[in-house]
């Protein structure tokens, strides 16, 4: 991850379902990424590493941006749109707690 992040960007990907909500935690009407159960960065997906893009040119990123949504964010986000799958990849052993946890 770059050093200096301002005017940079990264995008976080979550998936949030309420009739998970976490011991201790409350079901909530607004979800920011941290509360999701499971969480990917794009570009832990694309590369394994971290991306982050200027925010200096946005009409050139913007397709760079797209693509990345395209290849690897939606893809993503798409093997969960059933509950079982979401239950699944939850309770992973693999997974561990919160799958996929940016720290």
């Known amino acids: 991850m770059p050093g200096y992040l301002y005017g ?11 009739g998970m909500v976490i011991e201790g935690d ?6 920011n990424h941290y509360n ?3 969480r990917k960065r794009i570009g832990q997906l694309l590369t394994g590493e971290d991306a982050w893009w200027s925010l200096e040119s946005p ?4 397709s760079v941006v797209e693509t990345a ?12 749109s059933h509950t079982s799958s979401i239950v699944a990849m939850h309770s992973s052993p693999k ?4 799958s996929g946890c940016h720290r």
């Open 36 to 38: 999701c159960q499971l």
């Open 59 to 62: 009409a050139e990123i913007a």
């Open 69 to 80: 949504l395209s290849l690897a964010g939606l893809p993503w986000l798409d093997r969960f």
């Open 95 to 98: 997974a561990g707690p919160r």
């Open 26 to 31: 409350e079901a909530r009407n607004w979800v």
């Open 8 to 18: 940079r960007f990264t995008i976080n990907l979550g998936v949030y379902v309420a």
